[in-house]
């Protein structure tokens, strides 16, 4: 079956502009994560959705950074006025269910800020 | 701060043979340990999964072990292939409420597998 899917999977901007980062979990998963990779660093944890509950917002770095998650399926996540320092792997998951269980990742987008 | 890590950021091995890799907790409170392997360009793959009422699991060519007293976490696999190389993650769980399910991960172990 089709697995947890991101686009774009590269996307170059200059610092400054604004990004959106799509991400469409598996069909019937009711957990989605996004996470931030950096070179050679583990996986960053920013955001959490569970079905109709409030997200955890609890690791997004700034206010620059924010994401919504529509008819509890695709989360789009929103970078303004980026920065060099966010230039990274953004990696989206789903879960079946409300955890812990495993999380299946997406291919991620790498983000390069010039 | 309480965290996930590795006791080895790399690892190499010779094809056939048996790898260990280790990850080191310290949240006594965490009951969900988990193990993700990733290529190079690719997003991270579940390999296997462990709860603290567990010891061991095993799964094709690889098992897990938890150590909870010592709070230890390794992953084994068997007859090491070159397409296990990867860098492998483990992860914990120790959320409990409205955040329950987020793993926080370790910095990774990077596995070569020579011919």
């Known amino acids: 079956g089709a697995g947890v899917s991101q686009s774009p999977s590269n996307k170059v901007t200059e610092k400054g502009k604004d990004v959106e980062l799509r991400c469409d979990p598996i069909s019937g998963h009711t957990a989605l994560y996004w996470y931030r990779q950096s070179l050679g660093q583990g996986l960053e944890f920013l955001i959490y959705f569970q079905g109709n509950s409030a997200p955890d917002k609890s690791g997004l770095p700034s206010d620059r950074f924010s994401a919504e998650r529509t008819g509890g399926s695709v989360s789009t996540l929103t970078i303004q006025r980026t920065q060099q320092e966010d230039s990274a792997v953004y990696l989206c998951?789903?879960?079946?269910?409300?955890?812990?269980?495993?999380?299946?990742f997406g291919p991620g987008t790498r983000l390069t800020v010039t | 701060g309480e965290s996930v890590g590795l006791h080895l950021p790399t690892l190499s091995v010779q094809e056939g043979d048996n790898s260990i890799i280790n990850c080191a907790y310290s949240?006594?409170?965490?009951?969900?340990f988990i193990w993700y392997k990733q290529e190079s360009g690719k997003g991270p793959q579940f390999i296997i999964d462990?709860?603290?009422?567990?010891d061991k699991r095993q799964g094709q060519r690889v098992t897990v072990l938890l150590n909870k007293t010592v709070k230890h976490l390794s992953l084994q696999i068997a007859a090491t292939q070159p397409g296990d190389s990867a860098v492998y993650f483990c992860?914990?769980?120790?959320?409990?409420?409205?955040?329950?399910?987020?793993?926080?991960f370790g910095r990774g172990t990077q596995l070569t597998v020579w011919p």
């Open positions: 462990i709860r603290s009422n567990m």
């Open positions: 949240n006594s409170a965490s009951d969900y």
């Open positions: 998951a789903s879960s079946l269910k409300r955890g812990p269980y495993e999380q299946y």
């Open positions: 992860a914990e769980n120790y959320d409990r409420g409205s955040t329950l399910g987020r793993l926080y």
